[in-house]
Nanobody, 124 residues
Framework: QVQLVESGGGLVQPGGSLRLSCAAS????????MSWYRRVPGKERELVAS????????KYADAVKGRFTISRESGKRTIYLQMNMLKPEDTAVYFC?????????????????WGQGTQVTVSS
């Protein structure tokens, strides 16, 4: 019933840019957070960036601060990740996530949902 679809991944040279998109459908809640995670084979999935639905509060992993920007379409369950100054270590599968929150804060309620991921490869 709940579906998240990512797009925008691809191959880019170091220093280049990509813009990822994620559209969620079938999600009934008003207060939620949407996030980008990434995973390298053999390693744990890590949080890249998150944004809340109403207040648009954001948080970022230290490794991407100043280079990546997460944003949302107001009133839509759609988020973006603008990735600039990409580095080879940014290479990963990027996943979209949505989870209900308690009001406009970061406290999670219940289960979350995941997209299938989009591959980002940074290589010269």
């Amino acid at each position: 019933q709940v579906q998240l679809v990512e797009s925008g991944g691809g191959l880019v040279q170091p220093g280049g840019s990509l813009r990822l998109s994620c559209a969620a459908s079938g999600y009934p809640f008003t207060n939620y957070a949407m996030s980008w995670y990434r995973r390298v084979p053999g390693k744990e999935r890590e949080l890249v960036a998150s944004i809340t639905s109403v207040a648009a509060n954001t948080k970022y992993a230290d490794a991407v601060k100043g280079r990546f920007t997460i944003s949302r379409e107001s009133g839509k369950r759609t988020i973006y990740l603008q990735m600039n100054m990409l580095k080879p270590e940014d290479t990963a599968v990027y996943f979209c996530n949505i989870v209900r929150t308690a009001g406009s804060g970061w406290s999670k309620i219940g289960d979350d949902y995941w997209g299938q991921g989009t591959q980002v490869t940074v290589s010269s």
